[in-house]
T-cell receptor
Framework: DADVTQTPRNRITKTGKRIMLECSQT?????MYWYRQDPGLGLRLIYY???????NKGEISDGYSVSRQAQAKFSLSLESAIPNQTALYFC?????????????FGNGTRLTVT | AQSVSQHNHHVILSEAASLELGCNYS??????LFWYVQYPGQHLQLLLK??????LVKGIKGFEAEFIKSKFSFNLRKPSVQWSDTAEYFC????????????FGSGTRLSIRP
């Protein structure tokens, strides 16, 4: 299922480095999301976007920024990576009705910050 | 604060045993409810969803869930598990008043002994 594609799949970086995680989708959905998954904490919302001109902070946006380059593309940046940003990151999409429609997830990016 | 509780962090069962995973949420208004499954090394996939109507909903692979409004619960069940059900299961809640925000529980890891 390549409807939501995340790159890279794995990344190891050093503290203080800038890193970008990319997400693209072919589902034609307007809404896109970035979540991080940590063991025992479930998924927490970082940022979400309802359309190209709309960007919203989630519950844990500090230390992250996003860019919605097109309807199909939504990238997540860590301006200066720190070790506690080590996590599994998921991009997800949903159609215009948001929570009334389920999320469709990408395969995730495993990020390690040393 | 709104939250979703999954009290079972790790459940171990033998094949053919019955399964029930608990999910409780703290939001008092109308909600949409989801169960997602994450097989080892894969992304999250939707198991089932509840929006309205019959509180007993059926999903894929023989799973079902019952919404009990008075108990703020949405427990996941399966009469007879298989080894292939080994995965992590996430309950998620979307309050009607917050179309964008989908709150995930911390997940329950299910291990099935062959």
């Amino acid at each position: 299922d390549a409807d939501v594609t995340q790159t890279p799949r794995n990344r190891i970086t050093k503290t203080g480095k800038r890193i970008m995680l990319e997400c693209s989708q072919t589902k034609g959905h307007d809404r896109m999301y970035w979540y991080r998954q940590d063991p025992g904490l479930g998924l927490r919302l970082i940022y979400y976007s309802f359309d190209v001109k709309d960007i919203n902070k989630g519950e844990i946006s500090d230390g992250y920024s996003v860019s919605r380059q097109a309807q199909a593309k939504f990238s997540l940046s860590l301006e200066s990576a720190i070790p506690n940003q080590t996590a599994l990151y998921f991009c997800a999409t949903s159609d215009l009705t948001g929570g009334y429609s389920p999320l469709h997830f990408g395969n995730g990016t495993r990020l390690t910050v040393t | 604060a709104q939250s979703v509780s999954q009290h079972n962090h790790h459940v171990i069962l033998s094949e053919a045993a019955s399964l029930e995973l608990g999910c409780n949420y703290s939001y008092g208004g109308t909600v949409n409810l989801f169960w997602y499954v994450q097989y080892p090394g894969q992304h999250l996939q939707l198991l089932l969803k509840y929006f309205s109507g019959d509180p007993l909903v059926k999903g894929i692979k023989g799973f079902e869930a019952e919404f009990i409004k008075s108990k703020f619960s949405f427990n996941l069940r399966k009469p007879s598990v298989q080894w292939s059900d080994t995965a992590e299961y996430f309950c998620a809640v979307n309050p009607y008043s917050s179309a964008s925000k989908i709150i995930f529980g911390s997940g329950t890891r299910l291990s099935i002994r062959p």
